[in-house]
């Protein structure tokens, strides 16, 4: 299955992504198939092609709830967010005793 999904890039303490497709089971550092935008948390900075990000869904690869996110953030696009994590089970019980 492919996804896209953020690959960081970029010196400690300076992290810059690309938005890039990749196979699921590969490590996020590898090669990819084709990279799709930027983001930059520093600057606020995000670029992503929209048309390639709908045409590789077309094709039937998956999008990380992060970039999700960050595109409906941006309003990139008009869908709802994702939820990217959730607590631990352990820190729910602690909190309602």
Known sequence: ML????????????AH???????????PQGQ??????????RT???????????????KG???SPTVNNLMVNFKVWDRPKMESWRPKKKEQQEATT
Do not use: C, N
């Not at 996804?3 to 300076?14: A, E, N, V, Y």
């Open 32 to 41: 990819y198939l084709e990279q799709l935008g930027t983001y930059d948390p």
């Open 61 to 63: 690869s998956q999008i």
């Open 3 to 14: 996804k896209i999904r953020l690959q960081r890039i970029g010196k400690k303490h300076q």
């Open 17 to 27: 992504y690309k938005i890039v497709v990749l196979e699921h089971a590969r490590k």
């Open 44 to 58: 606020k900075a995000f670029k992503v092609d929209r048309e390639k990000v709908e045409q590789w869904m077309s």
